[in-house]
C-alpha cells in the first residue's frame, strides 16, 4: 500500500474509497491534486470540518496539493440534510460567511511551493451559467432514478424535498468536473455523507471525458455511546475563538472519553505512531493522569488557536482550581471561564456588594444559606481561591475581578461564579 494511505488507515482517516490498490497507484505517479469542500452554512466552521481540514493538511504534507473550495454557490443551495428543509440565506449573508471560511481554512494549508494550496469558490463557475445550459449540458447525464436511490432523499420523500435541494448533487458534480478541468483535480475527499456525492461527480466526469478520478470519504466519529462527536449541552464546537472561546475548545478535548481519547489523537495530532502508543499505555496504566487527554487538547488548540492561546487556556484552568493567579487572567479568558461555569447575575444589596453567602447559593455551589454558612464555618469556602473565615463576610470592589466578576468555590472541585452588574 502507498505510505500516506498505509498512514491514513491506521490514523482512521479512511471509511470508504473508490478503488483504494488504483489511488494507491496514483498517489505513487506524483503529485495529486486533490480537494475537499465547506459550504458557508454559517459564519464559522467547527470542530465537524476539522477531520477535513486535516485530512487536506496531510495530503500537502506527503507532497500533494490541497484546493479547499468554499461554496459561495452550493452554500446558496444546501445539501439535503435528513431532518428537513434547509432555511435558505440570503446572498448578502452567504457573501459574507464564505469570506470568513474563507480565512479559516487557509489556516490549515500553504500556500507557499511547488504544492501550495489554493482557495477557490464554486460561484466563479456557476454564476454565469444559464438554466438551459445547466438543464442540456450536466443535468442530461443524471439519472433520476439514481438521484431517488440516494439515501437521504428516498428518506425526504415521504415528507418532501425541494427540486433546489434534490438538485444539490449536480452542483457539486460540476465542481469536481469543474476543478479536474481547471487544476487536473482527480481526488475529491470528503465526510461520510458525501460519499453519494462524490460517487456522482466521478461518474459525471467519466461520462463527459472518459477520464478516471477517485474519492475518499472518512468514517462518522462518535462518541463512546454511539452519538455524534464534537456537540456539547451548548451546541456545537466552534473554530471562531469569539463563539467558542479558546478556554472552552481547550477544555473541550480535555473531555475526551479514555476509550476514545486515543482515536482522537491519532486523526488531531502530529504526534508519531511511538508517540501516540505511549500515551496509550499511560492511559491504561494510569488514566486518572489524563496524559493523553492533555496532549490532545494542547496539541489540538496549538493548531486552531495557537500556543499563546493555549497557554492562556492551560492557565485558567490552573487559577480556577486554585493552582494559579484568577488576576493575572485578561478579560477575554475571565469571560470565557464564567462562561463555562455558568456564572449566575447577583444583583447588589441596596447599592452594596453581596455576601459571600449570597454568592455562594446564586453560583450554585451550594444549594442554600445555611449550606454555604456551614462550608465556610468548616474552612471549605473560597473566594477567588481566597478561603473565607467569616459567615458575614460580604464582597467588596477589590474582589472584583474584571471590575465584574467573582470565582466562588466550595471544597477543592465545586465552582462557581457570580457577575455583579
Same mark, same amino acid.
Given at each position: 500500500m502507498n505510505a500516506l494511505l498505509d498512514d491514513l488507515t491506521w490514523r482512521g482517516f479512511i471509511s470508504t474509497t473508490t478503488d483504494q490498490a488504483? !489511488? @494507491?497507484?496514483h498517489l505513487d505517479e506524483g503529485m495529486v491534486t486533490s480537494y475537499v469542500g465547506f459550504d458557508p452554512t454559517a459564519p464559522s466552521l467547527h470542530i465537524g470540518h476539522l477531520m477535513q481540514l486535516i485530512l487536506a493538511r496531510r495530503l500537502q504534507q506527503a507532497g500533494h496539493r490541497p484546493l479547499l473550495l468554499v461554496g459561495g454557490a452550493t452554500g446558496l443551495i444546501g445539501d439535503p440534510k435528513m431532518t428537513g428543509e434547509r432555511v435558505m440565506n440570503t446572498k448578502e449573508t452567504v457573501a459574507a460567511?464564505?469570506?470568513?471560511?474563507?480565512?479559516?481554512?487557509?489556516?490549515?494549508?500553504?500556500?507557499?511551493?511547488?504544492?501550495?494550496?489554493?482557495?477557490?469558490?464554486?460561484?466563479?463557475?456557476?454564476?454565469? /451559467?444559464? $438554466?438551459?445550459?445547466? /438543464?442540456?449540458?450536466?443535468?442530461?447525464?443524471?439519472? =433520476?432514478?439514481?438521484?431517488?436511490?440516494?439515501?437521504?432523499?428516498?428518506?425526504?420523500?415521504? %415528507?418532501?424535498?425541494?427540486?433546489?435541494?434534490?438538485?444539490?448533487? /449536480?452542483?457539486?458534480?460540476?465542481d469536481y468536473a469543474a476543478l479536474h478541468e481547471r487544476y487536473g483535480c482527480t481526488l475529491q475527499t470528503g465526510a461520510q455523507d458525501q460519499w453519494g456525492n462524490i460517487t456522482a461527480g466521478i461518474d459525471y466526469i467519466r461520462r463527459t471525458t472518459g477520464d478516471v478520478v477517485h474519492?475518499? =470519504?472518512? *468514517? !462518522? &466519529?462518535?462518541?463512546?455511546?454511539?452519538?455524534?462527536?464534537?456537540?456539547? %449541552?451548548?451546541g456545537a464546537v466552534w473554530i471562531d475563538p469569539e463563539r467558542t472561546s479558546p478556554y472552552a475548545f481547550h477544555q473541550f478535548w480535555l473531555n475526551a472519553e479514555d476509550a476514545k481519547v486515543i482515536d482522537y489523537l491519532k486523526i488531531f495530532s502530529d504526534r508519531t505512531r511511538d508517540e501516540i502508543d505511549d500515551l496509550a499505555a499511560q492511559t491504561r496504566e494510569?488514566?486518572?493522569?489524563? @496524559? @493523553?487527554? +492533555?496532549?490532545?487538547?494542547?496539541? =489540538?488548540?496549538?493548531?486552531?488557536?495557537?500556543?499563546? @492561546?493555549?497557554r492562556s487556556a492551560e492557565d485558567a484552568a490552573a487559577a480556577l482550581f486554585g493552582r494559579g493567579d484568577l488576576r493575572a487572567l485578561d478579560e477575554r479568558t475571565?469571560?470565557?471561564?464564567?462562561?463555562?461555569?455558568?456564572?449566575?447575575? &447577583? *444583583?447588589?444589596?441596596?447599592? +452594596?456588594? *453581596? &455576601?459571600?453567602?449570597?454568592?455562594?447559593?446564586?453560583? #450554585?455551589?451550594?444549594?442554600?444559606?445555611?449550606?454555604?454558612? +456551614?462550608?465556610?464555618?468548616?474552612? #471549605?469556602?473560597?473566594?477567588?481561591?481566597?478561603?473565607?473565615?467569616?459567615?458575614? $463576610?460580604?464582597?467588596?470592589?477589590?474582589?472584583?475581578?474584571?471590575?465584574?466578576?467573582?470565582?466562588? +468555590?466550595?471544597?477543592?472541585?465545586?465552582? #462557581?461564579?457570580?457577575?455583579? *452588574?
Open positions: 488504483a !489511488l @494507491a497507484a460567511w464564505v469570506e470568513s471560511l474563507r480565512a479559516q481554512v487557509s489556516r490549515f494549508v500553504s500556500f507557499e511551493g511547488e504544492n501550495a494550496s489554493q482557495v477557490v469558490n464554486n460561484l466563479d463557475w456557476t454564476a454565469s /451559467l444559464s $438554466a438551459l445550459d445547466f /438543464l442540456r449540458d450536466i443535468g442530461k447525464h443524471f439519472s =433520476v432514478n439514481r438521484m431517488l436511490a440516494r439515501d437521504v432523499v428516498a428518506r425526504r420523500l415521504n %415528507e418532501g424535498i425541494s427540486y433546489t435541494e434534490f438538485s444539490y448533487v /449536480l452542483l457539486q458534480s460540476l474519492g475518499l =470519504v472518512t *468514517p !462518522l &466519529l462518535t462518541k463512546t455511546d454511539g452519538t455524534k462527536f464534537g456537540k456539547t %449541552e451548548g494510569a488514566p486518572a493522569k489524563r @496524559a @493523553a487527554q +492533555r496532549a490532545l487538547a494542547n496539541d =489540538v488548540t496549538d493548531l486552531v488557536h495557537g500556543v499563546e @492561546a493555549r475571565l469571560t470565557a471561564v464564567m462562561t463555562e461555569v455558568g456564572a449566575a447575575e &447577583l *444583583p447588589r444589596d441596596d447599592g +452594596r456588594l *453581596p &455576601l459571600v453567602v449570597d454568592a455562594l447559593v446564586a453560583s #450554585g455551589a451550594v444549594p442554600s444559606k445555611s449550606a454555604a454558612r +456551614r462550608a465556610i464555618a468548616e474552612g #471549605g469556602a473560597y473566594l477567588n481561591n481566597q478561603k473565607v473565615t467569616d459567615t458575614e $463576610a460580604r464582597l467588596d470592589e477589590d474582589d472584583l475581578l474584571a471590575g465584574r466578576y467573582a470565582l466562588v +468555590r466550595r471544597g477543592k472541585r465545586t465552582v #462557581g461564579g457570580v457577575i455583579l *452588574p
